[in-house]
């Protein structure tokens, strides 16, 4: 009794390639390459992620600055998050300090003698 062995499928007598669908990517690799190929030509492609505004000027404003990362090579996507990240801690920063005039400090007295 033969046994089959997991494999390529034997290329067709002549060596010539049909016209045809195209083969899928794992039965000889050589699909998973050309996709490769035409995705690197073709760049950066956009997420198309949605954005919902928040009404706050500055976060909708780091919100946008991320769709700048679309356009860049991944190694690019770096600096565009570490911005928008900077951004998005200030503003957080900035909840936590309370308007008006400080509030008083307990040293404001000089207690030497």
Do not use: F, I
């Amino acid at each position: 009794m033969e046994q089959s062995t997991p494999g390529p499928e034997p290329e067709p007598a002549g060596g010539t390639e049909q016209a045809g669908p195209a083969r899928p990517a794992g039965s000889t690799g050589e699909a998973a390459t050309e996709e490769a190929a035409a995705t690197e030509e073709a760049g950066p492609a956009p997420l198309g992620v949605a954005v919902t505004p928040t009404g706050q000027a500055a976060v909708d404003a780091g919100l946008r600055r991320l769709a700048d990362a679309d356009h860049l090579p991944v190694g690019g996507h770096l600096k565009v998050y570490e911005d928008v990240h900077r951004g998005l801690r200030d503003v957080l920063a900035g909840l936590d300090q309370h308007p008006g005039p400080p509030a008083p400090s307990s040293t404001t007295h000089d207690n030497r003698s």
